[in-house]
């Protein structure tokens, strides 16, 4: 694996003209989508539908995140709007096994979040199976939040597993990265990076941080 991969997050990016907004990051590698049900997480975002709508509009593959209870249900509606990859949390279904082998039956990459407080051992099982894990540094449920610093660890911890173990497998980070937090995650041993509101909210425009988060990798 070589280089820092870049998925922005359209959970911040301007509702009323996504069309124009995903055009703004296709320098990035993934185009994140933040699926929300209003009972994983106190928010609602949007479903499939949507990822639908942009799928004509962005050359990158889409990822959706599903927040949401019931996940195994999605599966299928989002390999129909044209993702590429779902990660789902192991949180939010009793057969995160399960899960995992449907999502690959049905020719998506499968990839985990995992919450904050949501130890590493949850994916022992499944990580040989994962195109990526996702460290949640914010509580899922809203953009904007700060990074929580303690579960940095956690990244130098599923570093060490992967190189030792020589599994095929990102380790993303999702949640408060900004130019500070994302050379601390770097560091620690995260090779993909989620970012909203720092690439849509930003007075740099999106393609600059794009290029500047992937030069961390360099
Ligand atoms: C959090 C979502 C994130 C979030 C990232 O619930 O999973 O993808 O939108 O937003 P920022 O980068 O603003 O923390
Ligand atoms: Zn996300």
């Given at each position: ?8 997050s ?15 990051v ?34 990158l ?23 590429a ?55 899922p ?78």
């Amino acid at each position: 694996i070589a280089g820092i991969e870049v998925a922005p997050s359209i959970l911040n990016a301007d509702f009323a003209d996504l069309r124009a907004e995903v055009a703004k990051v296709a320098t990035a590698d993934w185009l994140h989508l933040d699926i929300m049900d209003g009972h994983f997480v106190p928010n609602l975002s949007f479903g499939p539908a949507v990822a639908k709508a942009l799928r004509p509009y962005s050359k990158l593959p889409f990822e959706a995140h599903l927040m949401v209870t019931n996940p195994e249900v999605y599966i299928q509606p989002f390999k129909e709007a044209g993702v590429a990859r779902v990660l789902v949390h192991p949180e939010g279904t009793l057969h995160l096994h399960r899960l995992v082998q449907q999502i690959k039956a049905s020719g998506l990459e499968a990839g985990v979040a995992l919450n904050p407080a949501t130890p590493l051992s949850m994916i022992d099982l499944v990580l040989p199976e994962l195109s990526i894990v996702l460290i949640m540094t914010v509580n899922p449920g809203f953009g904007g939040q700060s990074l929580i610093r303690g579960v940095l660890p956690k990244i130098q911890q599923l570093r060490q597993r992967v190189n030792a173990d020589g599994i095929n497998c990102r380790i993303g980070v999702d949640g408060g990265i900004n130019q500070t937090t994302a050379a601390e995650v770097v560091a620690a041993g995260a090779d993909f990076i989620v970012a909203g509101t720092y690439i849509f909210r930003n007075q740099e425009a999106p393609a600059q941080v794009i290029a500047t988060l992937k030069q961390l990798g360099a």
